[in-house]
């Protein structure tokens, strides 16, 4: 499609650079990915272990977003010990922000196959079928465990699960906790993993992955952000649910990401030599907020769209089908900015009107308060009063369409390593489907929590001798040969520094 | 950061942790800090207003009221004073929602300082996302736990109300008590969702998931109409 070559970041020519190193050599990404992948370690030569591990567990978690929660409960039900590091604090995350919903096919009229249908097609073609597959037949069980959790999704009047549309799907198949959806999934999993026998590391974000014997995974070296010393856990087996990247900000793009998404996983996994699927594939999501400018980035659900919401340029014409799949609306946002039609902002940015007018116009007075409450308080908050005017909006960095190659039980090409959400890829081809990354930290989160303890239960003894970071010292040599003169960016890079230059 | 207000000028008087500096005007009391150079892990989590980690109290000078805010949330103004909150020690109940028999009478097993409640509205005054809490710790002591789901919607668990609360309760945990004893005991199983999960059962579509699975890329592509 022309529109997406010629307006589409992860089309575009500028802002690229070309892998040297590690299993994806050749591949064309964002620069800044490039960055976080052909990276020095935090950890100094010569890369040594202490005589014994801090902590010595079944099952590591890394990442206490919706995918690591979701593990660390299977997990412990399993019976196998658990421990949970995150970067912030457990729940910290992008699920805590999601606003939509969950896509699960439960329409009369919509069925598992025809979701399998939609997500293909609106990801060109490009998902993993086998991962799409589990996807929409486990994702009603899911739904079903979120229910008896006590999560309250909207209803309809006759007490079924109430079903909105979404861009780019045949069905309305979206399930919401009005636009809290986030919020709600967190604050009562958050709950049950504190009450679960799981022990829970905060402001413990990983650094590198350690590796054992036969080039199976053996743990993590953690980074404690208070003491500022590195904690050494030895595992069995070792889940990644590290989320996204949106706060790399990728060709200078705002971000509706939270602020700890710096994709410290594709660097750890990259560093193992695992492969990456679609490096190159990420979502600007249409609408993020442009004015007021310290809102930059703040996501205005898709659901409004679904809900009647229009778009139109500086001239007050509509210019894109506003329920097209999100890289075609976002393409479509991007050429109108270009050609001279955005509306421009006191800071000399541009974006388009998202005009909110119409939902309350075609289905009633006090819809959008009803259903979109969130957004509602918080432009308010910033004296903007979206009942009443039209949002001005430009696209923002929103979701890793690709990430670390899992197969269906979610495991990677080294053993003992397993992936789950938004840092593994395929799933979602090179474009996601609003509602499916919900649905899948859940199905496949509940995978991966299962399919590690079977792997530790299985695993024979290894002694913590045969643990080592060897594959740091390798990477570091193949960096040393491409890159003969330049500096190497150090990864994880754990957070975006927005601290003034010189302050 | 609001980079064109740093160029003409407009910059307002704070005090950040009893430290005075001048920042834009137009930023956020988060953007603040990061102005002044100071790096802020604890107390920032998704700046977008949701997750509850930037509680923070501050006053305004001149005015001997002590305020509260979401600190990605809210704008420095002149004069204006503040630290963050980082954490708020709470007392959280130890239960599975699965294993409630009569969640209206547990409420006070688990948390019975909830009948505490001596009605002075702090809790309520001091909500950053104007939730009436107070009624709702009443609404949750009477068993109205489906009006405590109402009115509680929207809280991002900061923890603000039990800082104000002369009861010494935690009216936010008390909430996602009742809105989840609520959703996982009185609600109807919805029906929809049963009836899929049925035929999920039975096998309805695994055929048709399998015989997709089994197509050529091509194939595949050409069954699902992928645009090229």
């Given amino acids: ?503 | 950061m609001d980079s064109q207000n740093e160029e003409t000028g407009a910059m307002v008087r704070v005090s950040i942790n009893g430290r005075e500096y001048s920042v834009p005007q137009g930023s956020t009391m988060v953007q603040a800090m990061w102005y002044t150079g100071h790096e802020v892990i604890h107390g920032v989590g998704c700046l977008g207003g949701v997750c509850g980690a930037c509680a923070t109290v501050y006053r305004i000078e001149g005015d001997f009221r002590l305020r509260n805010a979401l600190a990605c949330q809210t704008l420095v103004s002149e004069g204006m004073s503040f630290s963050m909150l980082d954490s708020y020690p709470i007392q959280r109940a130890h239960y599975d929602v699965a294993g409630l028999t009569d969640p209206k009478e547990e409420l006070f097993t688990y948390y019975p300082e909830s009948a505490t409640c001596r009605n002075c509205n702090a809790c309520t005054e001091v909500c950053p996302q104007g939730i009436d809490v107070r009624d709702s710790v009443w609404r949750a002591n009477f068993g109205d736990f489906k009006a405590v789901a109402d009115l509680t919607f929207s809280c991002v668990m900061c923890g603000l109300c039990v800082s104000r609360c002369i009861a010494e309760m935690a009216p936010h945990e008390i909430a996602l008590y009742a809105r989840r004893a609520y959703g996982a005991k009185e609600l109807p199983f919805p029906p929809n969702l049963r009836h899929r999960l049925d035929q999920i059962h039975s096998g309805t579509f695994e055929g048709d998931l399998k015989r997709l699975e089994s197509l050529t890329p091509d194939e595949l592509k050409k069954e699902c109409e992928v645009r090229s």
């Avoid at chain 1, 939609?118 to 037949?137: E, I, K, Q, Y």
């Avoid at chain 1, 340029?313 to 479509?332: C, H, I, M, Q, Y």
């Avoid at chain 1, 259903?371 to 009443?388: E, G």
């Fill in chain 1, 1 to 503: 499609m022309r529109l997406l070559s010629s307006y589409y970041p992860d089309y575009r020519p500028d802002g690229k650079a070309t892998l040297k190193v590690g299993t994806n050599k050749g591949a064309v990404v964002p620069q800044e990915i490039a960055d976080i992948l052909e990276s020095r370690s935090r950890l100094p030569a010569p890369r040594t272990l202490p005589d014994h591990p801090d902590h010595d567990v079944d099952i590591l978690i890394l990442g206490g977003g919706g995918a690591g929660i979701t593990a660390a409960l299977f997990a412990a039900k399993e019976g196998r010990s658990v421990l949970l590091a995150t970067k912030l604090r457990v729940g910290d995350s992008n699920t805590v922000m999601a606003e939509g919903g969950i896509q699960t096919a439960l329409g009369e009229e919509d069925s598992p196959v025809i979701h399998f249908r939609d997500t293909f097609r609106g990801g060109h073609g490009a998902n993993d079928p086998s991962l799409l597959s589990v996807l929409v037949s486990e994702g009603p069980e899911m739904v079903e465990w979120l229910v008896s959790r006590g999560i309250l999704f909207d209803r309809d009047p006759q007490g079924g699960l109430s079903l909105r549309k979404g861009g780019g799907t045949s069905r309305p198949r979206l399930i919401s906790a009005k636009d809290y959806t986030g919020l709600e999934l967190i604050r009562v999993l958050k709950e049950d993993v504190v009450n679960a026998p799981v022990e829970i590391l905060e402001f413990s974000p990983a650094i590198e992955l350690i590796s054992g014997p036969e080039g199976s995974c053996a743990g993590a070296v953690l980074y404690d952000l208070d003491s500022r010393r590195h904690i050494y856990v030895k595992a069995k087996s070792v889940i990644l649910a590290t989320g996204g990247a949106g706060r790399l900000h990728l060709s200078g793009f705002a971000t509706s990401n939270h602020f700890g998404a710096t994709a410290d996983g594709l660097t750890m996994a990259y560093r193992m030599g695992i492969p990456l699927v679609h490096p190159e594939s990420f979502q600007f999501h249409p609408t993020g907020v442009m004015f007021p400018s310290e809102m930059a980035g703040m996501l205005i659900t898709e659901a409004v769209r679904g809900a009647g919401a229009r778009m139109y340029n500086r001239l007050g014409k509509r210019f894109v089908n506003e329920l097209e799949t999100r890289d075609v609306v976002a393409s479509a946002i991007i050429r109108e900015c270009a050609e001279g039609r955005g509306v421009k902002t006191p800071q000399g940015t541009s974006g388009v009107y998202l005009d909110l007018v119409a939902i309350d116009r075609d289905s009633g007075e006090g819809t959008v308060e009803k259903r979109f409450p969130n957004i509602l308080k918080l432009m308010k908050r910033h004296h903007v009063d979206p009942t009443k005017r039209p949002i001005l909006v430009y696209p923002t960095l929103h979701y890793q369409n690709g990430g670390i190659r899992i197969d269906a039980q979610t495991r990677t090409s080294v053993s003992h390593l397993l992936v789950a959400g938004e840092a593994s890829g395929g799933l979602h081809g090179t474009n996601r489907l609003m509602g499916n990354s919900l649905l899948e930290l859940f199905v496949f989160g509940r995978r991966a929590g299962i399919e590690a303890a079977n792997l530790a239960t299985n695993r024979p003894a290894f002694s913590w001798r045969d643990a080592s970071l060897a594959h740091v010292d390798r990477f570091e040599e193949e960096l040393n040969s491409a890159f003969s003169t330049e500096e190497r960016p150090m990864a994880p890079v754990l957070f975006p520094d927005y601290r003034r230059q010189g302050s």
